[in-house]
C-alpha cells in the first residue's frame, strides 16, 4: 500500500537538543511539506520542497531545518534555536505537477520538552 | 498576505439537524480542499474542488465553490455523531508554488 511514514510517532527532547523527525513516501510524489499543529489550532507551514534538492521555507521556519536529497524522503529538525517545540507534527505529500490533487498525509509525530 | 477564515470555529449540533461552515479566503485561488481530523489523529482528504461552481457531495457532507466570493462551503445534512471532528478547508496559492494555507478549523460536536 501507497503512504506517508512518520517516526517515531511520539519523541521527546531535552533543552538544547536537536531532534529529527523522520518522513518517507512511496506514492513517487514530487512535493512534500511539512506543517506544525498547536493544540486546538490549524496547520502552519514549516518548510515545503517541489522536487530533490530544492525546498522552500514556509511561515515558520525559523528554529526547523530540512533536506531532500531523495524523492521519497524529507526529514525535518528541531534545533535547539527553536525554543517552543511542543506540538504536533505532519508531514504530507502530493504528486506536484499536477495541481488538483489533495495532499495525503502522515499520521504524524507529536514532540514533547522533557 | 494570504489569510483563510474559517466559522464558526465551534459548532455543537444536534444529530438530525443541518448547518453550513463557512471558509472565506483573501486571495485569487480556483482550487479549495476540504479535509477531516478525528481528535489526535491525521488528516483525511474530503473534497476537492477545482473550478467557480463546483459542487462535490458525499454521504451527509456537500461542499461548494464561488471564486468571485473567495468562499467556500461545507454543508451538512441530517447530522450524525460520526461527523464529529475538526473539519479544515485549504486554498491552494497559484504562485507557481506548490504551496497550500489552511483555514483555522471548525470543530464539529454533534450530540446524540
Known amino acids: 500500500d501507497g503512504g506517508i511514514t512518520q517516526s517515531p510517532k511520539y519523541l521527546f527532547r531535552k533543552e538544547g537538543q536537536n531532534v529529527t523527525l523522520s518522513c518517507e513516501q512511496n506514492?513517487?510524489?514530487?512535493?512534500m511539506y511539512w506543517y506544525r499543529q498547536d493544540p486546538g489550532q490549524g496547520l502552519r507551514l514549516i518548510y515545503y520542497?517541489?522536487?530533490?534538492?530544492?525546498?522552500q521555507k514556509g511561515d515558520i521556519a525559523e528554529g526547523y531545518s530540512v533536506s531532500r536529497e531523495k524523492k521519497e524522503s524529507f526529514p525535518l529538525t528541531v534545533t535547539s534555536a527553536q525554543k517552543n517545540p511542543t506540538a504536533f507534527y505532519l508531514c504530507?505529500?502530493?504528486?506536484?505537477?499536477?495541481?488538483?490533487?489533495?495532499?495525503?498525509f502522515g499520521d504524524g509525530t507529536r514532540l514533547s520538552i522533557l | 498576505e494570504l489569510k483563510v477564515e474559517q466559522n464558526p470555529l465551534f459548532l455543537s449540533m444536534q444529530e438530525g439537524k443541518n448547518y453550513t461552515i463557512y471558509c472565506n479566503y483573501s486571495t485569487t485561488s480556483d482550487r479549495l480542499y476540504w479535509y477531516r481530523q478525528d481528535p489526535g489523529k491525521s488528516l483525511e482528504s474530503l473534497f476537492v474542488?477545482?473550478?467557480?461552481?463546483a459542487v462535490k457531495q458525499e454521504g451527509r457532507l456537500m461542499a461548494s465553490l464561488d471564486t468571485k466570493a473567495r468562499l467556500s462551503t461545507l454543508h451538512i445534512t441530517a447530522a450524525v455523531h460520526d461527523l464529529s471532528a475538526t473539519y479544515f478547508c485549504a486554498v491552494d496559492v497559484t504562485s507557481g508554488t506548490y504551496k497550500y494555507i489552511f483555514g483555522t478549523g471548525t470543530r464539529l460536536k454533534v450530540l446524540a
Open positions: 520542497s517541489q522536487i530533490v534538492n530544492d525546498f
Open positions: 504530507a505529500s502530493n504528486p506536484g505537477r499536477i495541481r488538483n490533487q489533495p495532499q495525503h
Open positions: 474542488l477545482l473550478s467557480n461552481g
Open positions: 506514492l513517487n510524489h514530487d512535493a
